[in-house]
Nanobody
């Protein structure tokens, strides 16, 4: 059974930083497509950043240059470093994983991911 456990959320002021972590249990995550998604109140869940088994990454335009997705294979852990945070970044952040091969255009789609964490809240105040 694959389990994803997020941590690292919190409350920060505009311009601050946070680093989210997602520990993956049950399968070596080297073989997974991994992603961070977020959902603000009243909005759909959208892709923020993804990383493929080969290490290639994709970012939403809204976070390019501010967020960095990375992974530590030895710890089976995915990260999202978030800098220069803005109030619009306020949302519940979810970690997701899937083993199915994906072309780049599909990697940011919520429906492409099978396994999900419980989410961690990020709140950015102005």
């Amino acid at each position: 059974q694959v389990q994803l456990v997020e941590s690292g959320g919190g409350s920060v002021q505009t311009g601050g930083s946070l680093k989210l972590s997602c520990a993956v249990y049950g399968y070596p995550f080297t073989y997974y497509y991994m992603g961070w998604f977020r959902q603000a109140p009243g909005n759909e869940r959208v892709g923020v950043a993804t990383i493929a088994p080969d290490g290639s990454t994709i970012y939403a335009d809204s976070v390019k240059g501010r967020f960095t997705i990375s992974r530590d294979i030895t710890k089976n852990t995915l990260y999202l470093q978030m800098n220069s945070l803005e109030p619009d970044d306020t949302a519940m952040y979810y970690c997701a994983a899937d083993t199915r091969s994906k072309v780049a255009v599909y990697r940011m789609k919520e429906t492409e991911y099978t396994y999900w964490g419980q989410g961690t809240q990020v709140t950015v105040s102005s």
